[in-house]
């Protein structure tokens, strides 16, 4: 065990009882796993698999660790490599979370983007990667959390006997996600002994196989999900699945909206993962005729994924919101101005603060706005570069001496040709109603309303 001031605080995470939640009869707990360093469960395991390669001699001093990760893992691999000194490669699927990406970077770490549509077996598949980056790279260990029993050990000998004295040995279910399964397998091997009469409730976002493999012991194709770190395509090689009871199968809507919920109502900022436990831990309370003690986590820390599970706007481009349907073309619209979700400029901005705004919001066009709704202009990046090529003085310049004014505009009932016909000229497309500016269309808006429909 590392006597590192900060590795040692990993574990001993303190256990709240949900408040505001229906838990129907049941009463429900949460684990705050992201008290932890790193900010996840996954620290855990990272102390555990590297300290273990220590004792072993499989890695080195100044050698380089080298993992697939949905993210977390790797976050708590990067501290402890930090904390003892080792390099590190993580090879990580592009769903991940911006937020988790920026991270690692941050902390050093060479971080190995590969494709999160391929399954198992491909050759960017990104444990296959992994792997062989580590074959190619002297002086490395390949962590392999799937197939690394230091990885199930660190919930059997830590988190498993915290959960018990801290719950005063009266527990009657855990819900616990599987991604690695080390979480389950350790605790299932902890309290098979000490608790046998407790029960495993498996959540599961929908889509993974796992919970068809619990209820009928075979599978088909996964599916696809956007919770991270949670889910699998294929049975985990460390799996025990002896003690799981029940499986739930959780959507991503009800996944980070519970996620979003327990900010709301707990006061508690929680990841997608998250989300589903306590989804699932949810239903299963609700399920119950007679009062049970049920234990779940919080993964890790929702600051993670601000531009995601709690932004707004990314839940309507995934179609996880939903608007008011007014079958014209307002339905297109996914930044309603009405809303205040319109980025826009006043006439008086200069162009740097103009630009400034564009790059914090990631668009390359805004509408500018005259009191509270009425569309003067359009200025956008070509507008701002042609103005600056001309004299990089003219940044202090007004926005109204250089946006577009000549604008071609559409009523939320005029047809879709029409639309097109704008974009054909590689125009933005604002929608207009009397004086008032309801919002502008972008292809990308068109393109994500179809696929959502």
Same mark, same amino acid.
């Given at each position: 065990?590392?006597?590192?001031?900060?590795?040692?605080?990993?574990?001993?995470?303190?256990?709240?009882?949900?408040?505001?939640?229906?838990?129907?009869?049941?009463?429900?707990?949460?684990?705050?796993?992201?008290?932890?360093?790193?900010?996840?469960?996954?620290?855990?395991?990272?102390?555990?698999?590297?300290?273990?390669?220590?004792?072993?001699?499989?890695?080195?001093?100044?050698?380089?660790?080298?993992? /697939?990760? /949905?993210?977390?893992?790797?976050?708590?691999?990067?501290?402890?490599?930090?904390?003892?000194?080792?390099?590190?490669?993580?090879?990580?699927?592009?769903?991940?979370?911006?937020?988790?990406?920026?991270?690692?970077?941050?902390?050093?770490?060479?971080?190995?983007?590969?494709?999160?549509?391929?399954?198992?077996?491909?050759?960017?598949?990104?444990?296959?990667?992994?792997?062989?980056?580590?074959?190619?790279?002297?002086?490395?260990?390949?962590?392999?959390?799937?197939?690394?029993?230091?990885?199930?050990?660190?919930?059997?000998?830590?988190?498993?006997?915290?959960?018990?004295?801290?719950?005063?040995?009266?527990?009657? /279910?855990?819900?616990?996600?599987?991604?690695?399964?080390?979480?389950?397998? @350790?605790?299932?091997?902890?309290?098979?002994?000490? /608790?046998?009469?407790?029960?495993?409730?498996?959540?599961?976002?929908?889509?993974?196989?796992?919970?068809?493999?619990?209820?009928?012991?075979?599978?088909?194709?996964?599916?696809?999900?956007?919770?991270?770190?949670?889910?699998?395509?294929?049975?985990?090689?460390?799996?025990?699945?002896?003690?799981?009871?029940?499986?739930?199968?959780?959507?991503?809507?009800?996944?980070?909206?519970?996620?979003?919920?327990?900010?709301?109502?707990?006061?508690?900022?929680?990841?997608?993962?998250?989300?589903?436990?306590?989804?699932?831990?949810?239903?299963?309370?609700?399920?119950?005729?007679?009062?049970?003690?049920?234990?779940?986590?919080?993964?890790?820390? @929702?600051?993670?994924?601000?531009?995601?599970?709690?932004?707004?706007?990314?839940?309507?481009?995934?179609?996880?919101?939903?608007?008011?349907?007014?079958?014209?073309?307002?339905?297109?619209?996914?930044?309603?101005?009405?809303?205040?979700?319109?980025?826009?400029?006043?006439?008086?901005?200069?162009?740097?603060?103009?630009?400034?705004?564009?790059?914090?919001?990631?668009?390359?066009?805004?509408?500018?706005?005259?009191?509270?709704?009425?569309?003067?202009?359009?200025?956008?990046?070509?507008?701002?570069?042609?103005?600056?090529?001309?004299?990089?003085?003219?940044?202090?310049?007004?926005?109204?001496?250089?946006?577009?004014?000549?604008?071609?505009?559409?009523?939320?009932?005029?047809?879709?040709?029409?639309?097109?016909?704008?974009?054909?000229?590689?125009?933005?497309?604002?929608?207009?109603?009397?004086?008032?500016?309801? @919002?502008?269309?972008?292809?990308?808006?068109?393109?994500?309303?179809?696929?959502?429909?």
């Amino acid at each position: 065990m590392s006597f590192d001031p900060v590795l040692t605080l990993i574990g001993n995470t303190p256990v709240v009882r949900i408040q505001s939640l229906d838990t129907g009869l049941c009463e429900l707990y949460v684990k705050l796993e992201n008290q932890n360093p790193g900010g996840s469960i996954k620290d855990r395991i990272a102390l555990s698999m590297i300290e273990a390669a220590e004792r072993s001699g499989e890695l080195q001093p100044g050698g380089t660790i080298i993992e /697939a990760t /949905a993210g977390n893992t790797g976050l708590g691999l990067a501290l402890v490599a930090i904390r003892k000194g080792y390099k590190i490669k993580l090879v990580v699927p592009d769903k991940m979370s911006t937020e988790k990406i920026q991270q690692l970077k941050a902390m050093g770490v060479e971080v190995l983007l590969t494709r999160s549509d391929v399954n198992k077996g491909h050759p960017l598949y990104y444990q296959d990667y992994a792997r062989r980056i580590a074959d190619e790279t002297p002086g490395s260990y390949y962590i392999d959390q799937f197939n690394n029993p230091a990885n199930p050990l660190a919930h059997q000998t830590g988190t498993g006997p915290e959960i018990w004295q801290q719950m005063e040995h009266r527990l009657d /279910a855990i819900a616990v996600g599987v991604g690695s399964s080390g979480t389950l397998s @350790g605790l299932s091997a902890y309290f098979s002994t000490t /608790a046998p009469e407790l029960e495993f409730v498996l959540a599961d976002p929908q889509g993974s196989i796992l919970a068809d493999y619990v209820e009928t012991g075979s599978y088909g194709n996964a599916g696809s999900w956007r919770v991270e770190g949670i889910g699998e395509d294929f049975i985990p090689p460390l799996a025990d699945f002896s003690m799981v009871k029940s499986a739930y199968r959780i959507s991503d809507e009800e996944s980070l909206f519970t996620a979003r919920a327990l900010l709301e109502k707990e006061g508690l900022l929680a990841g997608s993962s998250s989300g589903t436990l306590v989804a699932a831990a949810l239903r299963y309370c609700r399920a119950q005729t007679e009062p049970k003690r049920v234990l779940t986590f919080i993964c890790d820390s @929702g600051n993670k994924y601000l531009s995601k599970q709690f932004n707004d706007n990314w839940l309507v481009d995934q179609g996880l919101l939903q608007q008011p349907q007014h079958d014209n073309l307002t339905d297109l619209i996914t930044r309603p101005h009405q809303r205040g979700a319109t980025v826009f400029a006043r006439q008086e901005d200069t162009l740097a603060d103009a630009y400034q705004k564009m790059r914090r919001h990631d668009i390359s066009q805004m509408p500018v706005i005259e009191g509270n709704a009425q569309l003067v202009g359009i200025i956008d990046e070509w507008d701002i570069l042609l103005a600056l090529r001309a004299d990089k003085a003219n940044f202090t310049q007004p926005v109204r001496q250089v946006m577009s004014k000549d604008l071609v505009t559409l009523h939320p009932h005029d047809p879709l040709e029409n639309l097109l016909g704008i974009f054909r000229e590689n125009k933005v497309a604002p929608v207009i109603d009397g004086d008032n500016f309801l @919002g502008l269309i972008t292809q990308t808006d068109v393109i994500n309303y179809w696929q959502r429909h």
